[in-house]
């Protein structure tokens, strides 16, 4: 599967955006989704994940309640609507996927990710 991620952008603090990411592929909606986010000089880290009916979902606790994670299979699409958005959520928003066999485990969203797209910048200013 291929992704490619948009949506990225400046915003002030307080803003919103929402970054999306569309995915090639006939299978789309077998693939569980993620997006990830790296801040300079920091490490990757995983800000949320979908499962392929959107039944289950993760968000990290820094953005509970500003991030929502939702897909649209019929469109091959995955969004991440993001409020309230301040300086920590400065970063490059990469989404990913990867197929889940059988039952999803507790850490159903921890486990590694085969497919990734390119990044998009999300900016926020004070």
């Known amino acids: 599967v291929q992704l490619q991620a948009s949506g990225g952008g400046s915003v002030q603090a307080g803003g919103s955006l929402r970054l999306s990411c569309a995915a090639s592929?006939?299978?789309?909606?077998?693939?569980?989704m993620g997006w990830f986010r790296q801040a300079p000089g920091k490490e990757r880290e995983l800000v949320a994940a979908i499962s392929w009916s959107g039944t289950h979902t993760y968000h990290q606790d820094s953005v509970k309640g500003r991030f929502k994670f939702s897909r649209d299979n019929a469109k091959n699409t995955v969004y991440l609507q993001m409020n309230s958005l301040n300086s920590e959520d400065t970063a490059v928003y990469y989404c990913?996927?990867?197929?889940?066999?059988?039952?999803?485990?507790?850490?159903?969203?921890?486990?590694?990710?085969?497919?990734w797209g390119q990044g998009t910048l999300v900016t926020v200013s004070s």
């Open positions: 592929g006939r299978t789309f909606s077998s693939y569980v």
């Open positions: 990913a996927a990867k197929i889940i066999l059988g039952a999803y485990g507790s850490n159903w969203y921890l486990t590694e990710y085969e497919y």
